[in-house]
């Protein structure tokens, strides 16, 4: 099974990119990093190839797409619950529930058979 992909920009210049990068270290994730070079020509193509918002960070697992930073770490929190503070676990932590907005599942089929997600149950701000 391939390693999941995560899409930075410089990271200098993208703290959004940092976010999610410093949580899978943390977490000991294995993941391949592919970093794209901001503000030069071409890099809004390159973005798009990953990216279905056109921003980075980007998420890739399997058939996941997930992008928005906090997106991604509510994403990674639901396979590592410590991720959340002591007793506030995701189902309390109500100001950080994009993870579901921002999530874009392929169809096995290969093709764009996307489907995103909707809201958490309950709704969210
Ligand atoms: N709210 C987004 C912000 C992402 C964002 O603004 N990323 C910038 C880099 S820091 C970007 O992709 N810029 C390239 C562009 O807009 O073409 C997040 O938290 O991921």
């Not at 999941?4 to 410093?22: E, F, M």
């Not at 998420?59 to 929190?77: R, T």
């Not at 921002?102 to 997600?117: E, M, T």
């Amino acid at each position: 099974m391939s390693k999941p992909v995560l899409v930075i920009g410089n990271k200098n210049y993208s703290s959004w990119s940092l976010r999610p990068w410093l949580l899978l270290k943390h977490l000991g994730v294995d993941f391949d990093e592919v970093r794209i070079p901001l503000y030069v020509e071409g890099a809004k193509e390159r973005i798009l190839e990953y990216s279905p918002g056109g921003k980075v960070p980007v998420y890739i697992d399997g058939g996941v797409i997930v992008w928005e930073s906090l997106a991604i770490m509510e994403y990674l929190a639901e396979s590592h619950p410590s991720v959340w503070p002591a007793g506030q676990g995701s189902e309390g932590g109500g100001a950080v529930r994009r993870g579901r907005d921002a999530r874009r599942v392929h169809g096995s089929q290969g093709q764009d058979a996307a489907q995103l997600q909707g809201p958490p149950a309950g709704g969210s701000p």
